[in-house]
């Protein structure tokens, strides 16, 4: 939190400083306010897919938590934002296969990781690809 609060004082229109503090408050389960910095990060640059993805990332946790379809929805609507900003994000591409495995659709779980498997992101852990084989085969 320290660096990210320098580099506000010496750039406070730098999207990435609210991208920082969004994972800090995000570490401690502080979704809530992670969700306001990532949002304060996208009105400064709405086209960060690093900033749509990790604000994704709190929606699918918390669909994961409360099971709130929801917030799936939500989780997939910003991933889409953000791969379609960048494409080759693996981060993106793989974390958009797990929510579509989570929404029971297997055509886009497979597309995804595949397309995440092919640009070497990173690693796709393996009791996933268990699960995605035992429930969509290949």
Same mark, same amino acid.
């Given at each position: 939190?320290?660096? @990210?609060?320098?580099?506000?004082?010496?750039?406070?229109?730098?999207?990435?400083?609210?991208?920082?503090?969004?994972?800090?408050?995000?570490?401690?389960?502080?979704?809530?306010?992670?969700?306001?910095?990532?949002?304060?990060?996208?009105?400064?640059?709405?086209?960060?897919?690093?900033?749509?993805?990790?604000?994704?990332?709190?929606?699918?946790?918390?669909?994961?938590?409360?099971?709130?379809?929801?917030?799936?929805?939500?989780?997939?609507?910003?991933?889409?934002?953000?791969?379609?900003?960048?494409?080759?994000?693996?981060?993106?591409?793989?974390?958009?296969?797990? #929510?579509? @495995?989570?929404?029971?659709? #297997?055509?886009?779980?497979?597309?995804?990781?595949?397309?995440?498997?092919?640009?070497?992101?990173?690693?796709?852990?393996?009791?996933?690809?268990?699960?995605?084989?035992?429930?969509?085969?290949?």
């Amino acid at each position: 939190m320290y660096r @990210f609060n320098q580099a506000y004082l010496l750039d406070p229109k730098n999207e990435n400083i609210y991208w920082g503090y969004g994972a800090i408050y995000g570490s401690f389960n502080d979704y809530k306010t992670a969700i306001i910095q990532y949002d304060k990060g996208l009105s400064i640059n709405p086209k960060s897919s690093v900033i749509l993805t990790d604000k994704a990332t709190l929606y699918f946790v918390g669909f994961q938590r409360d099971n709130d379809h929801d917030k799936l929805d939500s989780a997939i609507d910003l991933l889409k934002q953000s791969y379609s900003i960048d494409a080759n994000n693996v981060n993106t591409t793989y974390k958009l296969s797990i #929510c579509y @495995f989570l929404n029971k659709d #297997c055509t886009n779980a497979w597309k995804f990781y595949n397309e995440c498997k092919k640009s070497g992101g990173q690693p796709i852990a393996e009791n996933y690809t268990d699960a995605l084989n035992k429930m969509c085969g290949k």
